[in-house]
C-alpha cells in the first residue's frame, strides 16, 4: 500500500530537483555517485527523487553527515513522525488474541514513518537554535547543506519534508547532545600512527566539495612558519616519490599487464612482482593499484586466457602532464576509495583490483583529515622508525595506541556514524593514517599544506588541487647529463619525453632526486629493435645533452651496435604453402587474384603466405584450387564448422553528470 504522504515528499523533491541548474544537479550526483552507480540510472526527475530517496541510498549517504546535519535530520525526523501520527485517522488496534495476518495488516497499513512537513521554526526550536549565535549559525548552514544533498526538500510555505524512512535508520544510533561546534584536536593527541613509514627523510559525500567547510566550526590553528615550512618540505618530499613510484608501477603494467585471478584479485606473485618494480611495499602497491583502477588509468581486460589490468588510454595523457598533476586523479580516488587497501583483518589474504565493500572508509577518512586539519601545527610528536609496520609495537609498550582515541573522539564531530561504534575503529584509523602520509597528505600528526588542499577541493573541479601540486613539485628535467661511464643521469624528475628516449636505449638503473640511465649494448640494440637508426638515435640523445656533444664511448657503443644489427633477418609469417610441384608453387605466387596473400617463396617447395590459415585457404579455394589443410606434425586435419557465439552486452554504461543532469532538466 503506497504511503500518500510519502507520495507528497517525493513530489516535492521532485520539484526542487527540477528547479537547480545543470550544474547544481550534477554536483548532486557526482557526490552521490557511488551509491546511485549501484543502481539503473535514472532516466526522469521522479527516478532520482526515488533513488537518493531509497533505503539503499540513505543508508549510505547519512555516514557523510557532520553533527549539525545528522541532528537536525533526525529531529526533524521525531517531529515529523508526531505531526503525522496525529494527523493519521488511526483506527482501533487489533483486539487481544488476534490472528498474525490481521496484525501485520495493521502494521503495514499504518507504518510509522516521518510523512508529514515540519516548519522550519519547530526543527529549530527542537535544537535550542531560536536565538542568534552559534547554534542557529550551525542549523541554518546544516538545513542548506540538506537541500542541496538532496536529503531534504523545502515545501512552498518553507516547511521541510524528509524522507520518510529516516527515523528507522537512525533508530539505533545515540547521537548525544547537540553541540554546534566542532570540537579542536589537543596538541597532546597527535598520534603518532600518522607518521609510520613516511615516504620523505569536505565533502557531503563522496565525490563533492566540502559543503561543511561553511558550518560554523573552530578555526583551523596557523601553523608557525617554521612548523608551515617543514610540514611543506615534508609534502613536497612524500609527493615526489609518489609521483616517481607511481610512474614505475604503471610501466610496470604497461610492459607486462597482470593477471587476475579466477576467483577475482591479484595473484601474490603479481603483487611482489608490482612492488618490486615499484620499489615500494606490497601494502602500498595494493594501495596504488586500486587508487589507478580507480582514477581510471588501469582498466580490467577480459580476454579467453583470464583476466588482465592494463594501462588505458588515458595512462598516455597522464604520462604527458608534469609530475604534479599526475598526482591529482590518484588523490582525489582515494578520498572516494571503499576500501582501506592497506588494511587486511582477520587474516585475510591481501589482493588488489577488487571492488570495495566498505561505504565507511570514505566518511572515516574525511573524518580524520578534517580532525587533524584543526590540530595544533607547531609540536613535533615522537616518531617510530621509517618503514615500522603498523602490527609493531614497542616491547612493554600499552595495547592502545597513543592519540588515536582522542582523534577518533574529534573526528566523530565530522561524520558520527562512521566513527562512532566501530570496534575497529583505531585499527582502520592507523591505516588510513599510514595511506595518508604515503600520499602525502600528512606529516607527523599534521594535516599538509598538500592536504588542506585536498580537503578544500571538489573532484569534479580539481583545478585548486591541480595548482597547489603544481606549485609543490617542481617541473619536470628536459635534458639529461651523459657521462663517460657510459651513463645518462637528471637531476630531478625527467619529462615524459625524455624519459621515453633514454628508457628506449638504456636501462634505468637508479631512482630518487636523480635518475640515472645505463646504456649497454643490449639496451643500444633494443632501440635499434623499435625502428631507431644510429644516426637519428646519437641526433635525438644529443639534442637533450645539457652538456653538448655526446661521450665518445657512447658515440662508439651505438655505431658498433648498429653495425651487427640486422645481419641475419627472421620473417613474420601467419602459414606457409607446401607443394612437391614447384611449377604450381610458381603459378600461385604469380597469380593475381592471390595477391592479397603475400606470397613470397622461402624454399623451392614452400611459399610463406602473410594471411592466415583460415584466409589462405579461403583465398586459394576461390581462386579454382583445391587445398587441404595440414596440422603442425605434417598430418592432415579435418576441417569442420565451427558455431559463433557473442557475449551478452552490458546493460549500462557511465553516464557523465552534467550530461545526466542536462537530459533530466530537459525532460
Not at 30 to 39: G, I, N, V, W
Not at 231 to 258: F, G, H, I, N, Y
Not at 427 to 450: K, M
Not at 511 to 535: C, K, N, Q
Request: hydrophobic share 45%.
Amino acid at each position: 500500500m503506497t504511503n500518500l504522504g510519502t507520495v507528497e515528499g517525493l513530489d516535492t523533491l521532485t520539484r526542487s530537483l527540477a528547479q537547480r541548474t545543470p550544474d547544481e544537479l550534477a554536483a548532486l550526483l557526482t557526490r552521490h555517485a557511488e551509491p546511485l552507480s549501484r543502481r539503473p540510472a535514472p532516466t526522469r526527475l521522479r527516478e532520482l527523487a526515488g533513488a537518493l530517496w531509497s533505503y539503499e541510498t540513505l543508508h549510505h549517504t547519512v555516514l557523510h553527515l557532520d553533527h549539525p546535519r545528522l541532528h537536525l535530520l533526525a529531529s526533524t525526523a521525531r517531529i515529523s513522525q508526531d505531526l503525522a501520527r496525529s494527523a493519521a485517522p488511526v483506527p482501533a488496534a487489533p483486539t487481544a488474541g488476534a490472528d498474525y495476518q490481521s496484525l501485520m495488516a495493521h502494521r503495514l497499513s499504518f507504518p510509522d514513518l516521518a510523512t508529514a512537513p515540519v516548519p522550519a521554526d519547530d526543527a529549530f526550536r527542537a535544537l535550542g537554535a531560536t536565538a542568534p549565535g552559534p547554534a542557529r549559525d550551525a542549523v541554518t548552514t546544516a538545513l542548506e547543506l540538506l537541500y542541496a544533498d538532496g536529503l531534504a526538500a523545502p515545501t512552498e510555505d518553507g516547511a521541510i519534508v524528509i524522507p520518510p524512512r529516516t527515523p528507522q535508520l537512525l533508530a539505533a544510533h545515540d547521537l548525544g547532545t547537540f553541540t554546534p561546534v566542532a570540537p579542536r584536536l589537543p596538541e597532546s593527541a597527535v598520534p603518532e600512527s600518522a607518521v609510520l613509514e613516511t615516504a620523505a627523510p569536505e565533502s557531503a559525500a563522496p565525490g563533492s566539495a566540502p559543503p561543511e567547510a561553511a558550518t560554523a566550526t573552530a578555526a583551523a590553528p596557523e601553523a608557525p612558519a617554521p612548523a608551515a615550512a617543514f610540514l611543506r618540505d615534508e609534502s613536497q618530499a612524500a609527493a615526489s616519490t609518489l609521483a616517481a613510484t607511481l610512474d614505475r608501477l604503471l610501466a610496470a603494467l604497461a610492459a607486462q599487464p597482470a593477471a587476475l585471478r579466477k576467483t577475482g584479485g591479484l595473484a601474490l606473485r603479481e603483487i611482489k612482482r608490482l612492488a618490486k618494480a615499484a620499489g615500494a611495499s606490497e601494502a602500498r602497491t595494493r594501495l596504488l593499484l586500486d587508487l589507478v583502477l580507480a582514477a581510471g588509468l588501469v582498466a580490467l581486460k577480459r580476454a579467453p586466457t583470464g583476466i588482465t589490468a592494463v594501462p588505458t588510454g588515458a595512462y598516455d595523457a597522464w604520462l604527458a602532464e608534469a609530475p604534479g598533476e599526475r598526482l591529482v586523479p590518484v588523490l582525489t580516488a582515494w578520498t572516494t576509495l571503499w576500501a582501506i587497501p592497506t588494511y587486511t583483518p582477520f587474516g585475510e589474504t591481501p589482493t588488489a583490483l577488487v571492488r570495495g565493500e566498505d561505504r565507511h572508509a570514505p566518511a572515516l577518512r574525511h573524518a580524520l583529515l578534517k580532525a587533524l586539519a584543526s590540530a595544533p601545527a607547531g609540536g613535533q610528536p615522537s616518531r617510530l622508525p621509517a618503514g615500522t609496520p603498523l602490527s609493531a609495537k614497542p616491547s612493554g609498550a600499552p595495547s592502545r595506541r597513543p592519540g588515536l582515541p582522542a582523534l577518533l573522539d574529534a573526528a566523530a564531530w565530522h561524520r558520527p556514524l562512521a566513527v562512532v561504534g566501530d570496534p575497529l575503529a583505531e585499527d582502520r584509523t592507523a591505516h588510513i593514517l599510514d595511506e595518508a602520509a604515503f600520499l602525502a597528505l600528512v606529516a607527523h600528526g599534521a594535516l599538509t599544506p598538500l592536504g588542506h588542499a585536498l580537503l578544500a577541493t571538489c573532484p569534479a573541479d580539481p583545478e585548486a588541487l591541480r595548482s597547489h601540486l603544481r606549485e609543490l613539485l617542481p617541473p619536470p628535467v628536459e635534458q639529461a647529463h651523459f657521462q663517460a661511464d657510459l651513463t645518462a643521469v637528471v637531476p630531478g624528475p625527467p619529462s615524459a619525453s625524455l624519459a621515453d628516449l633514454l628508457s628506449s636505449a638504456a636501462d634505468r638503473e637508479s631512482e630518487g632526486h636523480a635518475v640515472t640511465w645505463r646504456f649497454t649494448p643490449a639496451s643500444v640494440r633494443r632501440a635499434l629493435d623499435a625502428g631507431h637508426g644510429a644516426t637519428d638515435l646519437l641526433a635525438a640523445l644529443a639534442e637533450v645533452s645539457a652538456a653538448g656533444p655526446l661521450p665518445q664511448p657512447l658515440t662508439y657503443l651505438v655505431q658498433d651496435a648498429a653495425r651487427a644489427h640486422g645481419r641475419m633477418r627472421v620473417l613474420p609469417t601467419a602459414c606457409c604453402i607446401r607443394s612437391d610441384d614447384e611449377a604450381l608453387l610458381r603459378e600461385l605466387a604469380a597469380h593475381r587474384a592471390l595477391q592479397a596473400l603475400g606470397l613470397r617463396a622461402i624454399a623451392p617447395t614452400v611459399l610463406a603466405s602473410a594471411r592466415p590459415p583460415a584466409e589462405t585457404l579461403e583465398a586459394l579455394r576461390g581462386a579454382g584450387y583445391a587445398p587441404a589443410l595440414e596440422s603442425e606434425t605434417g598430418t592432415a586435419s579435418v576441417e569442420r564448422p565451427t558455431g559463433h557465439r557473442t557475449g551478452v552486452p552490458s546493460s549500462g554504461s557511465a553516464t557523465a553528470p552534467l550530461a545526466l543532469a542536462r537530459r533530466l532538466l530537459s525532460g
